[in-house]
């Protein structure tokens, strides 16, 4: 990491789970926003914030605190070149990614260990709606994937002011979906 780099994100740096390394895995691992709204707002500010490049599906415009801003200028490490290793899209949008977060009523996330056909039925389980505390929810979801500090498959959200995380069953497809 470049001495500029190290300094503002020093205090993710300083925590032991992630280090200098986890930081880098961050910095590495462009994120694609294919949807908007409030949720996926507030999620690529935390992204953003945190080091993960984010990069905008064509036509895909910010509202908001984040409207008119260039990603470049929000973070400085974004590179447009490397191609994303993830997709984060609102409940109605499919997508073909590796690693996947979609935002709804609550968090549903995949990465390629997750079988395809458990990860269809879990989205269907994810009902519309969402907001700002769904979108950080996602952000940290999606950079725990990126991290591998997560299962391969799963649903979160939130039940009443508290998270709770949705038992994904055995796959019956022969995927493993425990961490």
């Not at 390394?21 to 910095?27: C, M, V, Y």
């Not at 590179?79 to 994303?84: D, H, I, K, V, Y």
Request: hydrophobic share 45%.
């Amino acid at each position: 990491m470049r001495e500029d780099q190290i300094v503002r994100y020093g205090r993710q740096i300083l925590l032991r789970e992630l280090g200098g390394r986890g930081q880098e895995r961050l910095l590495a691992a462009p994120v694609r926003v294919l949807g908007g709204g409030p949720a996926l707002e507030d999620a690529v500010a935390y992204l953003l914030a945190g080091g993960t490049p984010v990069v905008l599906a064509p036509g895909i415009t910010l509202g908001g605190f984040l409207a008119g801003a260039p990603l470049e200028a929000l973070n400085p490490d974004a590179n447009p070149s490397t191609p994303p290793v993830a997709d984060l899209l609102p409940r109605e949008l499919s997508s073909t990614a590796p690693v996947q977060v979609v935002v709804g009523a609550g968090v549903a996330f995949r990465d390629a260990r997750a079988c395809q056909a458990c990860w269809s039925d879990l989205r269907a389980g994810l009902g519309p709606g969402s907001g700002p505390p769904v979108g950080s929810l996602a952000a940290l979801t999606l950079q725990r994937l990126l991290l591998g500090w997560s299962a391969p498959l799963g649903l979160v959200h939130w039940k009443g002011e508290r998270l709770e995380a949705a038992a994904v069953p055995a796959c019956p497809h022969g995927a493993n979906h425990q961490q």
